[in-house]
T-cell receptor, first 117, second 114 residues
Framework: AQSVTQPDIHITVSEGASLELRCNYSYGATPYLFWYVQSPGQGLQLLLKYFSGDTLVQGIKGFEAEFKRSQSSFNLRKPSVHWSDAAEYFCAVGTDAGGTSYGKLTFGQGTILTVHP | DSGVTQTPKHLITATGQRVTLRCSPRSGDLSVYWYQQSLDQGLQFLIQYYNGEERAKGNILERFSAQQFPDLHSELNLSSLELGDSALYFC?????????????FGPGTRLLVL
């Protein structure tokens, strides 16, 4: 069965510092990979997604992620963090549901990002 | 604002009771998904509907059921509620039914079972 691991439960960075959030997945076939962000009291918003092609994916709000098949990883990065980036970040893998291509997402446990001024 | 609406925002009820959560997808979206977010289980996929038909099922309990109506809104029914059902329930919608579609999430319904 597919699974997603986000090793860091909580990360604290200073505003302006770079950021990398880790994500490892376990899935037999080529995965569909996503990063979502959840601000307090809000639903989830898609930051970026990877299906195929260029392994470096650009997303919204200045985020990017790199797919590394050899490491089964899809880490999220941002060169300079803003205070408004404080939120919880979820990595997800999209899997075929029973051989179909329907839209089941399996999420990691999330990483809470705190930004210090 | 994703365009997905969920009602109610908060719900407090007692064990053994039944509740109905409602979701209206974004205009033009045909797929609706339900997810449960709890402290111990994290964010889990429950079920997907596309244009009124069930498409995918996740870890949805038998006490839970869902449907999508002709006007495309969806309802998640939770019955014989237990303390462990306390969670944030999200609805998401997308245009199509495949995993490549971007899922837009609503703000959620927070359920507290006492």
């Amino acid at each position: 069965a597919q699974s997603v691991t986000q090793p860091d439960i909580h990360i604290t960075v200073s505003e302006g510092a770079s950021l990398e959030l880790r994500c490892n997945y376990s899935y037999g076939a080529t995965p569909y990979l996503f990063w979502y962000v959840q601000s307090p009291g809000q639903g989830l918003q898609l930051l970026l997604k990877y299906f195929s092609g260029d392994t470096l994916v650009q997303g919204i709000k200045g985020f990017e992620a790199e797919f590394k098949r050899s490491q089964s990883s899809f880490n999220l990065r941002k060169p300079s963090v803003h205070w408004s980036d404080a939120a919880e970040y979820f990595c997800a893998v999209g899997t075929d549901a029973g051989g179909t291509s329907y839209g089941k997402l399996t999420f990691g446990q999330g990483t809470i990002l705190t930004v210090h001024p | 604002d994703s365009g997905v609406t969920q009602t109610p925002k908060h719900l407090i009820t007692a064990t053994g009771q039944r509740v109905t959560l409602r979701c209206s997808p974004r205009s033009g979206d045909l797929s609706v998904y339900w997810y449960q977010q709890s402290l111990d289980q994290g964010l889990q996929f429950l079920i997907q509907y596309y244009n009124g038909e069930e498409r995918a099922k996740g870890n949805i309990l038998e006490r839970f059921s869902a449907q999508q109506f002709p006007d495309l809104h969806s309802e998640l029914n939770l019955s014989s509620l237990e303390l462990g059902d306390s969670a944030l329930y999200f609805c998401a919608s997308s245009v199509g039914q495949t995993i490549q579609e971007t899922q837009y999430f609503g703000p959620g319904t927070r359920l507290l079972v006492l």
